[in-house]
């Protein structure tokens, strides 16, 4: 038998899945509660508007969840998003460039719905990213024999 903690997580990877990666963005419905709380973009609406706006921007787009955890009603997540810049996106038209960030999202999930969210991006990375002046690695060459 799952424990709630382990359901919530599946709530939310399904969801991660069906509306981020798949752009499934009507799924809202079969996942967020009808009283559902959305910190980050205002509303449901304001949620999906977003979600539209990263489909144009990054068609090619994938979410890969790297850490979850599930405590209680509320569940945590790392994850990275990589694409390419194919689209407008907020007034900056299309570079090429790409792009791979690290996020986090708060969920809040009970009886089997998301309640509540709230997430941060690194957004001054993505930027970087997108106008191709991101911070450089510098490369090493190792020299043998010295």
């Not at 910190?39 to 790297?66: C, H, M, N, W």
């Not at 569940?75 to 998003?81: E, H």
């Not at 690290?102 to 089997?112: A, F, K, N, S």
Request: with cysteine.
């Amino acid at each position: 038998m799952k424990t709630i903690e382990q359901s919530n997580v599946e709530t939310v990877n399904s969801f991660i899945e069906a509306f981020w990666n798949q752009s499934e963005l009507d799924c809202v419905d079969r996942f967020l509660s009808d009283d559902y709380q959305e910190l980050s973009y205002q509303s449901k609406e304001g949620l999906k508007q977003f979600a539209g706006k990263i489909l144009e921007a990054f068609p090619d787009k994938r979410y890969t969840v790297e850490e979850i955890l599930g405590q209680g009603d509320k569940v945590l997540v790392r994850m990275r998003v990589k694409g390419t810049h194919q689209g407008m996106f907020f007034g900056t038209a299309p570079t090429g460039n790409t792009i791979d960030v690290t996020l986090y999202r708060e969920y809040r999930v009970m009886g089997g719905k998301i309640t509540e969210h709230r997430g941060w991006i690194d957004m001054v990375t993505m930027w970087h990213q997108i106008r191709g002046n991101g911070p450089k690695i510098a490369a090493r060459r190792t020299i043998r024999g010295q």
